[in-house]
């Protein structure tokens, strides 16, 4: 028996944990299970047949996260036979045998290197009544080739490599992630015009260190960009996704600060959609902890980049990460932190408490910080990070901004009657729309009409849709957002905005590995005059 109806799609559930590579491989795992004739199951739904958790390994939680998560969900799967449980990500590669060991209800472990083998597995665990587990040691299938189903219609990910070469002290992902294996150009711009023909707006182009792409490469098919003029094959990339018609914003993360170089700040100073936005890691201001974190840069070097990048992009908006409390840091080490970020002047950024992860370097290292030492210096630190981010979007009053309509952003949009966008250097706007707000009063819009006439208030009132670029002026700022409460100045339809309109989002169809079905076969797409058909 099981828990759908006979002939019945079989549902699943993807739950995402950690980073834009997560994100990004859970897109890959529900279009795996979608061709494989699986429906997505409403998020309401507390029984889906299938749910697959995408895990990290980062931070010192995951594994008590992960486990309490499949305990609650251990009568669930008692009431309904049939219902599967994978695990997947980088905690199921660290923790392999271990998961079912545990958790003796979980049906399906798989590793980072065999996403594709998902379906697999869940028919064979199906089939046999037993617990399957796969961990491979290296990628079997780039991610890139398998099918996908993608989150937004306005904005998509595309991976320009996978894994890392780097050895940072405090980072398990290389061992699990494995060795940095790229993609080539010509297929990378590929699924990007795929996506711009199904309406998608911005790209990010990710990958562990994108600004070391192409150093595998060698000689033999080595891309004809990366043989002249001592141009980086990731500065042409960048260069390249300007030449595609349609596509609107360029974005990338993450860079490493030892391999950042002028020609990438010039490709993004010199590309109209490449955006003025950089996320570069800090990690720490000290050089004696940037030595122990085994990062090959320091601050002298890190504080240059943030120079040259705003000469050449004065209005970039620079965002980090930082670590704070990592073993033998000491107060003078941590001061000089808060002076680095002082001097960066970031925009945001993602700051975390050391947390020791077993299997790397650091956990064993001399100098544990007592937790309430940690605490103290991190509370000083968002207070310092804070101060600054609202300074910095403070200037911004006052300013027009060209805004790119997100859905999810805001979480008090319906009750204030705003919307919510990035702008193109990634800072996150509220802005009206001309619905009723708290107070119950219409906001004015003056929205530009069908003749191109301001329109009155309220004129663009639900006809705004995720996707669409609106232009509106800054009226209010926060350490984490800006307000924009005035007339939008204008409002353009996309045909983001018209998939999301019908519910669509865009698939990249991959490669079919021989995978099995469930169910019915989905019908054939209707022809469309726009973005594909969902």
Same mark, same amino acid.
């Given at each position: 028996m099981t828990t759908a109806a006979a002939g019945s799609p079989r549902t699943y559930q993807v739950r995402t944990y950690g980073c834009q590579m997560n994100v990004h491989d859970s897109e890959r795992i529900s279009g795996l299970l979608e061709q494989a004739g699986y429906l997505r199951a409403a998020e309401a739904d507390d029984n889906p047949d299938v749910v697959v958790f995408n895990t990290c390994a980062v931070r010192e939680n995951a594994d008590n996260r992960l486990y309490g998560n499949l305990g609650h969900l251990r009568p669930v799967k008692d009431k309904h036979p049939g219902m599967q449980i994978a695990v997947g990500g980088c905690l199921a590669q660290k923790d392999r045998g271990d998961i079912v060991r545990k958790a003796p209800w979980v049906d399906v472990v798989f590793g980072t290197h065999n996403i594709g083998s998902l379906p697999v597995l869940l028919e064979r665990a199906r089939h046999n009544a037993t617990a399957e587990v796969e961990i491979l040691e290296s990628l079997d299938v780039f991610p890139?080739? *398998?099918?996908t189903r993608r989150e937004s219609t306005y904005a998509g990910w595309v991976s320009i490599s996978v894994g890392c070469n780097n050895t940072c002290t405090f980072c398990i992902?290389?061992?699990?992630?494995?060795? @940095?294996?790229?993609?080539?150009?010509?297929?990378?711009?590929?699924?990007?015009? %795929?996506?711009?023909?199904?309406?998608? *707006? @911005?790209?990010?182009?990710?990958?562990?260190?994108?600004?070391? $792409?192409?150093?595998?490469?060698?000689? /033999?098919? @080595?891309?004809?960009?990366?043989?002249?003029?001592?141009?980086?094959?990731? #500065? +042409?990339?960048?260069?390249?996704?300007?030449?595609?018609?349609?596509? +609107?914003?360029?974005?990338?993360?993450?860079?490493?600060?030892?391999?950042?170089?002028?020609?990438?700040? #010039? /490709?993004?100073?010199?590309?109209?959609?490449?955006?003025?936005?950089?996320?570069?890691?800090?990690?720490?201001?000290?050089?004696?902890?940037?030595?122990?974190?085994?990062?090959? $840069?320091?601050?002298?070097?890190?504080?240059?980049?943030?120079?040259?990048?705003?000469? /050449?992009?004065?209005? /970039? #908006?620079?965002?980090?990460?930082?670590?704070?409390?990592?073993?033998?840091?000491?107060?003078?080490?941590?001061?000089?932190?808060?002076?680095?970020?002082?001097?960066?002047?970031?925009?945001?950024?993602?700051?975390?408490? $050391?947390?020791k992860r077993p299997g790397t370097p650091a956990a064993t290292m001399d100098g544990q910080i007592p937790k309430q030492v940690v605490q103290e210096r991190y509370e000083r630190l968002i207070a310092t990070v804070e101060e600054i981010t609202w300074a910095e979007n403070k200037r911004l009053v006052g300013e027009t901004l060209e805004v790119l309509v997100a859905v999810g952003e805001g979480r008090k949009d319906e009750r204030t009657g705003r919307m919510s966008g990035r702008a193109r250097d990634g800072r996150l706007v509220h802005f009206a729309t001309g619905v009723a707000g708290a107070n119950?009063?219409?906001? %004015?819009?003056?929205?530009?009409? %069908?003749?191109?006439?301001?329109?009155? #208030?309220? !004129?663009?009132?639900?006809?705004?849709?995720?996707?669409?670029?609106?232009?509106?002026?800054?009226? $209010? !700022? %926060?350490?984490?957002?800006?307000?924009?409460?005035? +007339?939008?100045?204008?409002?353009?339809?996309?045909?983001?905005?018209? !998939?999301a309109e019908a519910g669509r989002s865009p698939r990249t169809p991959g490669v079919l590995l021989g995978l099995p079905t469930i169910g019915a076969p989905a019908a054939a797409p209707a022809p469309t005059t726009g973005c594909a058909a969902h």
């Open positions: 890139s080739t *398998l099918p992902v290389p061992s699990l992630r494995g060795k @940095e294996k790229d993609r080539r150009p010509g297929d990378i711009l590929s699924e990007v015009r %795929a996506l711009v023909d199904e309406g998608v *707006l @911005e790209v990010t182009l990710l990958g562990q260190n994108v600004n070391s $792409y192409g150093v595998a490469f060698g000689d /033999a098919g @080595e891309p004809n960009w990366k043989r002249g003029g001592g141009q980086s094959a990731f #500065a +042409e990339l960048l260069r390249a996704c300007g030449d595609i018609d349609g596509l +609107e914003r360029v974005r990338f993360t993450s860079p490493h600060p030892k391999d950042f170089t002028d020609d990438v700040i #010039a /490709a993004m100073a010199e590309t109209p959609n490449v955006c003025p936005s950089l996320h570069m890691p800090l990690q720490s201001g000290s050089d004696d902890v940037l030595k122990a974190m085994r990062r090959s $840069y320091r601050s002298e070097k890190y504080l240059g980049i943030i120079s040259k990048v705003r000469a /050449a992009m004065p209005h /970039a #908006a620079i965002t980090t990460d930082i670590i704070v409390g990592f073993p033998g840091e000491t107060e003078a080490d941590f001061q000089r932190t808060l002076d680095v970020v002082r001097e960066s002047r970031f925009s945001s950024a993602f700051t975390f408490q $050391y947390s119950g009063q219409l906001g %004015a819009t003056g929205a530009a009409g %069908a003749n191109g006439q301001p329109g009155g #208030a309220g !004129a663009l009132a639900g006809r705004i849709r995720p996707g669409d670029i609106v232009h509106t002026t800054v009226t $209010y !700022a %926060a350490p984490h957002h800006l307000n924009a409460d005035g +007339e939008p100045l204008s409002h353009r339809r996309t045909r983001a905005g018209d !998939a």
